[in-house]
Nanobody, 121 residues
Framework: QVQLVESGGGSVQAGGSLRLSCKAS??????MAWFRQAPGKEREGVAT???????SYSDSVKGRFTISKDNAENTLYLQMNSLKPDDTAMYYC?????????????????WGQGTQVTVSS
């Protein structure tokens, strides 16, 4: 079992930055990811990071967002820069425990409660 708690969301103006955090109840050596869901839209994958720190990003955030993790602190991060109104969504942390490798945005069995990000123009 893995419990995940996100934090760091908020309201910012377009062009601003936010850093999301996700504190896990166990070590985060395995594949982890950030997802988001905007009102009226399906949930979409944003970024993944695996046991070897390999990362992947959706085209919509590539070059603006950075996923990282601190294994010693059991914490996953998402640094979001150059934010746009289209980035407005609830952001969720997800774990593919106990699988170390990521396979796109599939196979995630553990989810946090989400943190809201609102970007105004």
């Amino acid at each position: 079992q893995v419990q995940l708690v996100e934090s760091g969301g908020g309201s910012v103006q377009a062009g601003g930055s936010l850093r999301l955090s996700c504190k896990a109840s166990r070590y985060i050596y395995y594949c982890m990811a950030w997802f988001r869901q905007a009102p009226g839209k399906e949930r979409e994958g944003v970024a993944t990071i695996d046991s070897d720190y390999n990362t992947s990003y959706s085209d919509s955030v590539k070059g603006r967002f950075t996923i990282s993790k601190d294994n010693a602190e059991n914490t996953l991060y998402l640094q979001m820069n150059s934010l746009k109104p289209d980035d407005t969504a609830m952001y969720y942390c997800a774990s593919r425990w106990p699988v170390a490798r990521c396979s796109g945005y599939t196979g995630f069995g553990y989810w946090g409660q989400g943190t809201q990000v609102t970007v105004s123009s």
